[in-house]
């Protein structure tokens, strides 16, 4: 329906979902940008959205900490917002991130919020079909200021927002790893661990283990030798 047979071979039925819904909206994206070399990061699209304006410094320290975190796998995030249809560019994979609820920190912590850790649903998901990962996903903010609001609560109020951006971080990191490997598996260490503590979430640093790590890199390494990006041109062509 929408390219060559051989061409949707090569695309994974999750982004031809992708494409099939945001064609509309992105149907100008057709110019290509150079695919990236060898020892240049790898840049895949994350396009989000909030569903209240959130915190700048709550984006900004997430953004900053996703690079962090990326950054040993030589994988980068262009981010873009999901009103942008703007950007005429190829990536090897493209994923959409909602943010529901209020991605700020500052928000006075009520009483309620300082229930114990098992009272807390789910801080962020990856959607499935027949099984299967695809990169469609969410963080849930309300959930995880909850989630962090007994440690939140010592934090210096100009300090809640950075702590509460990196958090958004970590939780959306693992939905990326469960977004690009389409599986559910969990690891035994790390970012991609199936739950994250309150000290995970909030210490100085948290990573993928050395194994998520790996797999990362031979990602990007298999990415660039596949060589073509996918953009909404691609599937258009017919
Ligand atoms: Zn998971």
Not at 79 to 108: K, T
Request: glycine letters at 6%.
């Amino acid at each position: 329906m929408f390219a060559s047979r051989s061409l949707l071979d090569r695309l994974s039925m999750a982004t031809r979902i992708l494409f099939s819904l945001f064609l509309g909206a992105c149907a100008c994206l057709s110019a290509e940008t150079p695919a990236s070399l060898p020892g240049e990061p790898t840049l895949i699209a994350v396009f989000y959205s909030f569903d209240q304006p959130p915190a700048p410094d709550v984006v900004a320290t997430m953004q900053t900490e996703i690079g962090r975190i990326l950054a040993p796998t030589g994988v980068r995030v262009a981010w873009r917002p999901l009103s942008d249809s703007s950007p005429a560019e190829n990536y090897p994979e493209i994923m959409v991130m909602r943010f529901h609820g209020a991605c700020d920190a500052q928000m006075p912590i009520i009483y309620s919020e300082l229930g114990p850790e098992g009272t807390v649903h789910e801080l962020a998901e990856t959607q499935r079909v027949d099984g299967k990962m695809i990169p469609f996903g969410s963080v849930e903010c309300d959930q995880l200021r909850r989630y962090l609001a007994p440690v939140a609560v010592k934090d210096r109020a100009e300090t809640r927002n950075s702590v509460f951006g990196k958090a958004v971080a970590r939780v959306l990191a693992h939905e990326m790893y469960h977004m690009l490997t389409g599986s559910a598996t969990h690891a035994k260490q790390g970012i991609a661990r199936a739950s994250h503590s309150r000290q995970d979430l909030t210490a100085k640093t948290f990573d993928f283990g050395k194994s998520e790590t790996e797999w990362l890199r031979n990602w990007r390494s298999r990415s660039l030798m596949a060589g073509e990006g996918l953009s909404p041109s691609d599937i258009n062509q017919h």
